[in-house]
Every structure is written in C-alpha cells, then in structure tokens.
Nanobody
C-alpha cells in the first residue's frame, strides 16, 4: 500500500519559516503532479502549490513570493518551503501525488496532514 508521510509542521510566530516534507513510503510509478493543499477549520480545502514532472510550478496567489515547492526524485519526496508566514496560513497541510501507472490505472494519493500554526 502506498503511503505519503508528512513532516515539518509546527507552531511559529508570524514572519517565521517552516519547511514541510512529504515522502512516499514506497516507490510510485508514473507521477505527473505533486502538490500541497491546506484546510483551515470550517473552511474548504484549497490548493496551495503544485509541481509537475517537468518542474513547472503553480501557486495560489496568497502564497506567491513566500512559498516554494520543490521535488527530490531520488527520495520520492516533495517539499514546501514556507517563508514570511502569516496567521492566515494556519491550517492542516496535505501533500498529494497524482499519476498514471497504466492506461487503465490513474491514481491520486494523499498524505494524512500536518498542522501548521502561525501566531500573531
């Protein structure tokens, strides 16, 4: 069974930094997109950042210039460097991996989430 293990969350003051990581417990074949989502209590889950197999990236407007998504293919890991954190960034952050193992098997895997809390 494929699992994504997240780490790096915690409590920081506004203006601080955190680096999230998400590593697959086993190799995943045919990854197309890796990304990070977040969900605050009582709010919808939102897409924060994505990175494709060709290293193209996207970011939600609210984190542009502050967050950076990256990959380490050898470790099958995706990272999210978060700088200049704001209280509005407080949420549970989830990593996500999408890909295709074959023409008839497309997958969408999720981590269990890591809490990020930013105090004012």
């Amino acid at each position: 069974q494929v699992q994504l293990v997240e780490s790096g969350g915690g409590l920081v003051q506004a203006g601080g930094s955190l680096r999230l990581s998400c590593a697959a417990s086993e190799s995943i074949f045919g990854i197309n997109v890796m990304g990070w989502y977040r969900q605050a209590p009582g709010k919808q889950r939102e897409l924060v950042a994505t990175i494709t197999r060709g290293d193209s990236t996207t970011y939600v407007d609210s984190v542009k210039g502050r967050f950076t998504i990256s990959r380490d293919n050898a470790k099958n890991t995706v990272y999210l460097q978060m700088n200049s954190l704001k209280p509005e960034d407080t949420a549970v952050y989830y990593c996500n991996v999408k890909g295709r193992r074959s023409a008839w098997f497309e997958y969408d895997y999720w981590g269990q989430g890591t809490q990020v809390t930013v105090s004012s």
